[in-house]
């Protein structure tokens, strides 16, 4: 499985449930987020995709972003809580990583999808076989609520720019 298949296969789950989903998001000193969710309420979801063990440990190199979502800088951001997502989450194929692996500041969702053949009629009123793929998310481990600000005007219109960006591109 690749990283973009996770991608949409989370961000479709979550659009379906009224969010903003944004991909590979970067702005607003939150860093680089391979996806990012806006709930109703405007509360941030950061989801780190994981493929294979390697990437997992390799993420805890940067030291500084971990140190911001364990708490180690609050008090130096605390007025700037659009730096830090309300909730963070590690995102990967079943069962890659354990979650007594995963920090106590962050969660875990296993993402996944499954073929299969289905009938459908056509416009002849015959059976026709298609092949169809349904998503699965199994959360693991719930993420702890980092903090209880909200995103920002500004947070928006950058998150929401973003996706503009993205459509715009695809025309070109």
């Known amino acids: 499985m690749k990283a973009k298949d996770l991608q949409r296969i989370i961000g479709q789950s979550f659009h379906d449930s ?7 998001f970067e702005g607003n000193g939150l860093g680089e987020c391979d996806i990012i969710t806006l709930t109703n309420a405007n509360l941030i979801y950061e ?6 063990r390697s990437d997992f440990k390799a993420d ?14 609050i008090d130096k951001i605390k007025s700037n ?3 830090i997502p309300n909730y963070f989450y590690f995102a990967c194929p079943k069962d890659l990583i354990k979650p007594e692996e995963v920090p ?10 499954k ?7 056509d416009s002849s009123f015959n059976i026709k076989e298609v092949e169809k793929t349904q998503n699965y998310l199994k ?3 719930i993420a702890p609520k980092l903090h209880n600000g909200k995103a920002t005007d500004k947070t928006i219109r950058l998150i929401l720019r973003r ?7 695809k025309l070109t």
């Open 18 to 24: 009224q969010r903003i989903v944004a991909f590979n």
């Open 47 to 52: 989801y780190e995709v994981k493929i294979s």
């Open 60 to 73: 805890f190199k940067k030291r500084f972003k971990h140190e911001k979502l364990s708490g180690k800088w």
């Open 81 to 83: 809580t659009f730096n």
């Open 104 to 113: 106590e500041y962050a969660g875990l969702i296993y993402a996944w999808d």
């Open 115 to 121: 073929k299969y053949t289905a009938g459908v009629y």
């Open 139 to 141: 959360m693991v481990k």
């Open 163 to 169: 996706l503009s960006s993205i459509c715009v591109n």
